[in-house]
């Protein structure tokens, strides 16, 4: 059980969350965009703090001490906060795993659908009236295979809607045994038997040291022609450099991106790449997702300050 009076929230977090704090009882402040020198005086103010994505919570935020507590990350990922300084100073880190799950599976799904017919680029054609039908012959996704790397929340949503479109899904998750993962109709693989047989590849794994470039040159040299990328989960689990080179050569025949290493991306080569989709960062981007996060993360700090049992630490 911890004290909790008053609760920062930045990132534009849904308004439902100040809601809850508030019926409990707890002050809220809400902030917009603050300079670094703002962000670790307001830090040492309150007892939590609620944030999205962007906000960085680094060590250097945390270095005002004062009353900070815990640190809400209204979202699934925690790479924007340092949790290993967090801990050090015994602030708690807790986020919303499964809150955004359904929004990022949709997102990835349009993306899969996106790329299969040329969506963005054949609309862009026609607002410039260009009526060209021969560019965008696409391709069904009926009988295509779908192999997907990171078969948690994400990856298993992904694999039960795309099989409604006829894809045969594949994929690899080292902590889901192969017959749980047959159980939702997914043929797990090794990494190595995987690549071959894919028509289109999605990644929903986190971004850890051995998730970098886990799709790179050497990745590209095994797939079939033309296979197609989509990454939805985190910047950098796609090697950049190796996408763009392969995508070049033909050897990659599209990409749908969500995430890029560099947020927003000041090199823009390969969102403007002709065999690129993208959108920014949207994946969780929607009303139900935000909202449920918003709640979620509210409700977990309630539960602190009540000394309930916690859940998202
Ligand atoms: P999860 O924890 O439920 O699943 C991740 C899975 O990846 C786990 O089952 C884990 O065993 C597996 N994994 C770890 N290392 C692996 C490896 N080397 N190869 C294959 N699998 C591996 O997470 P989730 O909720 O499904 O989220 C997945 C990713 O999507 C996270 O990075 C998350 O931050 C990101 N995400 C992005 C958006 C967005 O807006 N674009 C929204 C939500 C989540
Ligand atoms: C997440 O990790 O929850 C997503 O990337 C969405 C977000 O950053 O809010």
């Known amino acids: 059980m911890a004290n909790i009076e008053k609760v920062l929230l930045l990132d534009a977090v849904d308004p439902k969350c100040g809601e809850v704090l508030q019926e409990a009882g707890i002050a809220v402040t809400t902030r917009g965009k603050l300079t670094k020198e703002q962000l670790i005086h307001e830090l040492t103010e309150h007892d939590a703090v609620v ?3 962007a906000t960085r919570i680094t060590e250097e935020a945390l270095a005002g001490g004062g009353r900070l507590r815990v640190i809400g ?12 300084a967090a801990t050090r100073k015994g602030v708690l880190v807790m986020n919303t795993p499964g809150g955004n799950t359904l929004s990022a599976a949709e997102h990835t799904c349009a993306m899969v659908c996106a790329l299969s017919r040329f969506l963005p680029q054949a609309c862009a054609a026609l607002k410039e009236g260009r009526w060209d039908r021969k560019t965008y012959l696409g391709s069904e996704l009926h009988g295509k295979t ?6 948690g929340r994400i990856g298993r949503e992904v694999a039960k809607r795309m099989q409604a479109f006829g894809m045969t899904t594949i994929g690899y998750d080292p902590m889901i045994p192969a017959d749980v993962t047959a159980g ?13 047989r894919a028509d289109y590849i999605t990644v929903h794994t986190p971004l850890l040291p051995h998730t970098k470039n886990l799709i790179g040159e050497k990745v590209f040299s095994v797939c079939k022609p033309g296979v197609r990328v989509v990454n939805v989960a985190r910047g950098g689990i796609v090697d950049e450099a190796a996408l763009l080179k392969a995508l070049d050569s033909g050897v990659c025949g599209g990409a749908a991106l969500d995430v890029f290493v560099e947020e927003p991306p000041t090199d823009l080569t390969l969102c403007k790449h002709p065999k690129v989709i993208c959108t920014p960062h949207l994946g969780a981007n929607t009303v ?3 909202r449920r996060v918003a709640l979620e993360i509210a409700q977990q700090i309630v539960d602190m300050s009540k000394g309930r049992p916690l859940t998202g630490i």
């Open 51 to 53: 944030v999205r994505s």
């Open 184 to 196: 939702w109709g997914v043929e797990s693989l090794s990494l190595e038997a995987l690549w071959p």
């Open 288 to 290: 139900e997702a935000q």
């Open 73 to 84: 990350r209204a979202g699934t990922g925690v790479d924007n906060i340092d949790v290993k």
């Open 146 to 151: 779908l192999a997907i790397v990171g078969l």
